[in-house]
């Protein structure tokens, strides 16, 4: 048994705990700048609570773009990665890298999804339903989900050559604010040529990306960095075991502020040791390539085995 003086103390203490834990959650609140929620919004994203199946405005949304938290505004989802599963729910095979994390339920079965900014309540995530080859089925309420349409009039474009498309896009795919990634060739000196024909080397094209991000949210300096950090810009013949000319590390800019940028980021390199054999050529007819090319490691499944992150700035 507790004595009267020691139970005053000890609800003293609860009651600083819970005010500096109040505190806390307000403060952190203001510098995620949270956006105000109404009741029904607060009732799925603070308190956990599911939408009415069928009943939100996301369930048949089709659009292209991106769809972010409804609390702090983060990106979570690619329009590309969006399917119907009949659920009722807006369903996606693949989050942005890093924009949602997984937690367990309080129901102690299913695993529940929240922004992984904010922590706001998404939903919950599922696997080996077979409804994408990826297996996984991220089901959300529309209610904790804002859409942002692709604008196409304010993207600009980057060409980056880095070995084999796949893996380059594949890491690209999953840079916030990236839009679009396009597999494609370029450098070459025949009009649409096929994967055949570039593989032969005779067509003198570079397996080549194309890039759409909007430069007010990321810069053309920072894609170029992550080019650099995601191959070996030393490898003179190839990328990793894709030895031939369609493989070589280059890049194509489209303005002389582009290729001050690359210049500067092989100088920085080149200064801490590196002999970087990346090319640098003014920009080219792009050529896209065949569909089965396009998003091949999100459609497997998969990760790059010739293509992984390097910190080198």
């Known amino acids: 048994m507790l ?19 109040i505190n806390l959650n307000a403060k952190e609140q203001k510098i995620l700048n949270l956006n105000q929620l109404t009741d029904k919004e607060s009732r799925v994203i603070v308190d956990k609570g599911t ?5 939100g405005i996301y369930d048949k949304h089709t659009q292209d773009g991106t769809y972010l938290c409804k609390w702090c505004d983060g990106e979570l989802y690619k ?3 969006k399917f119907d599963s009949g659920c009722g729910w807006p369903s996606f095979d693949d989050e942005i890298q890093g924009a949602v994390k997984q937690v367990k339920d309080a129901d102690g079965k299913r ?22 080859p990826k297996n996984t089925r991220h089901c959300v309420n529309s209610i904790s989900l804002k859409f942002q349409k ?15 498309f796949w893996g380059v896009e594949y890491h690209f795919e999953n840079l916030k604010n990236v ?58 013949n190839g990328q990793g075991p894709d030895i031939g000319s369609q493989y ?6 489209s303005n002389e502020n582009e290729r001050k940028t690359i210049e500067k980021l092989i100088g920085i390199l080149n200064s801490k040791g590196m002999k970087i054999a990346t090319k640098i050529e003014n920009k080219k007819t792009f ?3 065949e569909e089965y090319h396009q998003d091949y490691y999100k459609r497997k499944g998969s990760q790059p085995y010739c293509h992984t992150y390097i910190k080198r700035f």
């Open 79 to 81: 329009s590309s990665s």
């Open 51 to 55: 939408q009415k199946a069928f009943s």
């Open 179 to 236: 839009t679009d990634v396009i597999s494609g060739f370029m450098g070459g000196n025949i009009k649409n040529p096929s994967y055949k024909e570039v593989i032969s080397g005779q067509s003198g094209h570079l397996e080549v990306v194309e890039i759409s991000y909007n430069p007010k949210k990321v810069t053309y300096e920072s894609l170029a960095k992550l080019f650099f950090e995601i191959h070996d810009p030393t490898q003179m």
């Open 287 to 289: 050529y896209p390539a």
């Open 248 to 253: 070589l590390s280059a890049v194509f800019v």
């Open 3 to 21: 004595y009267k003086k020691e139970l005053i103390v000890l609800k003293i203490l609860i009651s600083m705990i819970l005010f500096t834990s």
């Open 150 to 164: 692709k604008d196409t009039h304010s993207l600009s474009k980057a060409y980056f050559a880095g070995g084999c």
């Open 111 to 132: 695993v529940e999804i929240v922004c992984s900014n904010c922590g706001g309540h998404l939903g919950h995530i599922f696997k080996g339903e077979g409804f994408t």
